[in-house]
């Protein structure tokens, strides 16, 4: 039951009970992607006790790395130790383990199955390994837990986390090997949905919760915060455990999140299904590229600023037709269109709608990187998801056309939607805590997962705790979400990436200092990333490539923007109706309605 506007909007302490407060956290991001590595520095232990942090208290019962795995050994469903103990490169104490506490039919794994999931916590040395510099040793007092990528299937590093001082930890989410065939059996044909719970929210909640129990004891203290840092896939795992298990962690860095699973997945395969039954194959590069390039340069000045970005690509409404051979603005062969190319690059802008136009997922965005969708056959992902809805490894997508997309989308939907999508609003666990936050980010041109499914995700919850129609200002206090223009998948495109996002979630949980801008840099210049609906403003004198000649504020909700992103509704992707939020209605966004919107 959704609780009162009352219990949801309680007054909120900045520091939880029986913590103080820490310095503010200075580092820098080395890397991108999912193996995105942060290192940080802290000021040291007495430091800390002065300005009142409640620190880890150092007990007789702390370990060494050779007593702590001998006492894992002893803990219920641990197995398949084993161990790394470094001093000299990226020191550490590091336990590979297995987790299984249930297994047969009862609970969705085949009759003679049981659970099996792998888990790695990378601990940085205590004072009795030699460690030092830390809380006790070269801890930090915390620990971040660390997510995977794809369909995961192996163990991720964890020295970055150990470096920076936490206890870091990852999983290989329940099976072995990256294939995301994982979740089907063969004989007979079925979803193993013990291994897909494991996959979508199981096995993080048991890494979390034994990368805490185990610095516990290898410490001799409990950890004073735990943090989440995940991208993609990390990203939606991310949210399923604030989702799930909010009391496991204080904080999550959320990028590009993987959520709408089934439907982001089955999207994947929409730009195959429309270029094979339009142009019979694929699209060149040169043509897509260029089509790409055209619609970058028809909408860059859209935010005022000439600058090789497309601050918000809901506002460009670039049609490739310009790009047909013979048209005034039209590349030259061989990169100019045919009628039916065009056609195709415009459906894949536009994202698969079902028999009554009505839109069931989001194109990639014109401003996005054309690789992703070029090839022949759709990516495994996508072609996995549809074995999935059909419980058949061996069922073949050329199944599909693009008019019978609709109704794949909602068998989807029914079949696996409720286990792998990821997208329940009730955030009531981290709101109501006083003392938890959600940062999430997202590279507006991401082309495997459009930036637009994070701000539906981000819409939904706003209008939860909105009471129906969305209310961004609802989230601030505790979920701000930013949009990264110009940025693609994780990182990397031509915008400026967002910098030290990490130690700013890190910050805000510990000190209350909520981001009202992150600084992104890159390609020559700064720019301010805005908390969602703001957006970076340029003044219209200074430097455009420095990040003070802009200011957050406006709103990107406008009408066209609002109703550019409007779905059908979960489970009725092939009927005639879209998802309203309150104002967010069809009614409202008919081009003669004078509806106001929010």
Known sequence: ?????????????????????????????????????????????????????????????????????????????????????????????????????????????????????????????????????????????????????????????????????????????????????????????????????????????????????????????????????????????????????????????????????????????????????????????????????????????????????????????????????????????????????????????????NKHGKKIFYGISRDASTGFVGGANPPATATSQIQWNHSDASFNWQALTAHTYDEEAELGSHTTGDIINTMDPKLDGVRNAGNKRILAWHGVADSLIPAENSLDYYIRVAAYFGNGTPDFSELHSWFRYFRAPGVGHCGGGNGPQGQNMFDIMVNWVENGVAPDSILASGGGRTRPLCPFPQTAIYDGVGDPNDASSFSCGGNLQTKEAVCYSVLTPYKEETADKTQAYGKYNAAACNPNSRVPLP
């Open 1 to 353: 039951m959704k609780p009162s506007r009352d219990m949801r909007t309680s007054p909120r302490s900045e520091t939880a009970p029986g913590r103080g407060r820490v310095p503010a956290v200075v580092g820098r991001i080395i890397g991108g992607g999912n193996k995105m590595r942060i290192r940080i520095s802290l000021m040291v232990p007495c430091a800390l006790a002065a300005l009142g942090m409640a620190m880890p208290t150092t007990a007789s019962a702390r370990m060494t790395c050779t007593d702590l795995a001998a006492w894992l050994a002893d803990q219920e469903f641990i197995s398949e130790i084993s161990t790394v103990f470094s001093t000299t490169a990226s020191p550490r104490c590091q336990l590979d383990f297995t987790y299984s506490s249930r297994g047969g039919s009862e609970h969705g794994y085949e009759e003679d199955e049981n659970q099996r999931v792998r888990i790695r916590v990378g601990l940085p040395l205590n004072s009795l390994d030699g460690g030092s510099g830390g809380v006790e040793g070269a801890w930090n007092g915390r620990t971040q837990g660390l997510g995977g990528g794809a369909c995961v299937g192996s163990l991720g590093g964890v020295t970055g986390a150990t470096n920076a001082g936490y206890v870091g930890s990852s999983t290989d989410s329940g099976h072995v090997g990256g294939s995301c065939l994982f979740a089907l059996q063969p004989d007979p044909n079925r979803l193993n949905v013990g291994r897909l719970n494991d996959f979508v929210v199981d096995s993080l909640a048991a890494q979390i919760d034994m990368s805490r129990k185990i610095a516990a004891a290898y410490y001799g203290a409990d950890p004073a915060y735990n943090y989440w840092n995940g991208c993609s896939t990390g990203g939606r795992q991310g949210l399923a455990l604030a989702q799930k298990h909010p009391e496991l962690l204080d904080g999550w860095l959320v990028g590009a999140p993987a959520v709408n699973y089934g439907r982001f997945r089955l999207a994947q395969a929409w730009a195959a299904l429309v270029t094979r039954d339009l142009t019979g194959g694929p699209i060149s590069a040169g043509k897509r590229n260029a089509a790409q390039a055209a619609a970058i340069a028809a909408c860059d000045a859209n935010d005022g600023v000439v600058d090789g970005i497309v601050n918000d690509p809901r506002t460009c409404t670039f049609d490739a037709s310009e790009n047909i051979c013979g048209m005034s603005n039209a590349p030259a062969a061989p990169n100019c269109l045919t009628p039916d190319e065009a056609t195709a690059i415009n459906a894949i802008w536009d994202g698969p709608r």
